[in-house]
């Protein structure tokens, strides 16, 4: 199984054409077809989002970020999402006490992938690489 970090779900709905299109071929042609995102990058997603909602003045500046809240809402029902089960807060428990530096985000997206056995694409390898019994990668890296 592949897990999405927040990062490269990011791209795969509203990134740049060609690392679009980059990230969407190599999804495409990997042998691994199981693919999945998990509840914290949803989070992190509906709070981005939340957030801009937050300081928008006028229900004017409001309509395009509702419009791209809804649009995200649509993406992640068509994709398998992982919860945060109690395996993985365990497993986040262990990661914070040996990586106090690393974002609790990140170590719960971690934690998540290790639980169920699955590889982490990412961007932000350095956020993941000294993570033990973490299979990481970058699908973007040359």
Not at 16 to 38: C, Y
Not at 40 to 54: D, K, N, P
Not at 58 to 69: D, G
Request: proline content about 4%.
């Amino acid at each position: 199984m592949l897990v999405l970090d927040s990062d490269l779900v990011s791209i795969v709905q509203q990134g740049p054409m060609g690392e679009r299109a980059e990230l969407l071929k190599w999804l495409d042609d990997s042998a691994d077809q199981h693919m999945a995102v998990t509840v914290v990058t949803f989070e992190e997603h509906v709070r981005g989002w939340m957030g801009i909602l937050a300081k928008a003045k006028t229900p004017r500046k409001q309509v395009i970020p509702y419009a791209r809240l809804h649009s995200l809402l649509e993406d992640y029902q068509h994709l398998p999402v992982l919860d945060f089960t109690d395996a993985a807060a365990d497993q986040f428990v262990d990661l914070r006490r040996q990586h106090r530096r690393h974002g609790a985000s990140d170590l719960k997206i971690a934690a998540i992938a290790i639980t169920v056995g699955a590889r982490l694409l990412s961007r932000n390898i350095r956020d993941f690489h000294d993570i033990e019994g973490l299979d990481v990668m970058n699908p973007l890296a040359p």
